[in-house]
């Protein structure tokens, strides 16, 4: 995996400019993806290249197109050291994983990644970088390909109302 560097308080207009909202096919997101503050990264990222940031990654509006327009283009991973709230909810509601390493700091643009979930570290140049822990029930969510491929693959719960009409 590839690493794409960016710094802190990545906003989701610059990850999908707002005039391109209308559309909703993530392939078609992903051509404008960083269109106009990282036109190399749309351009040159390939499938399984991963995104590197600081803090607050996907701060602004609370758009789906975003995670979105980086799932058309072929990341599967984001590592920062924080996400906003709501981004890191529509990341794993589309089937993105948001992962939070504490110091992306040494981590380089262009350098290759490999990203160990299970025991919880991204290894780059040689270094271990720890990563939070991923919750089981979230990490089904982004293996069924996002919430609503998961709640499809659910099964029907019985109710138990405890009295009976």
Known sequence: MRIWKFGDDIDTDAIIPGRFL???????????????????????????DIIVAGKNFGCGSSREHAPLALLGAGVKIVVAESFARIFYRNAVNTGLLPLVCPDTGGLEEGHEATVDIDNGVLTSDGVAYPIEPVPPFMQAI????????????????ELCTGSQR
């Open 142 to 157: 982004i293996d069924a390909g996002g919430l609503v491929e998961y709640a499809k693959e659910m099964k029907e719960v």
């Open 22 to 48: 209308t559309e909703y096919e993530p392939e078609k997101l992903a051509v404008h993806l960083f269109e106009g503050t990282r036109d190399d990264c749309r351009t040159g990222v390939q499938p399984g």
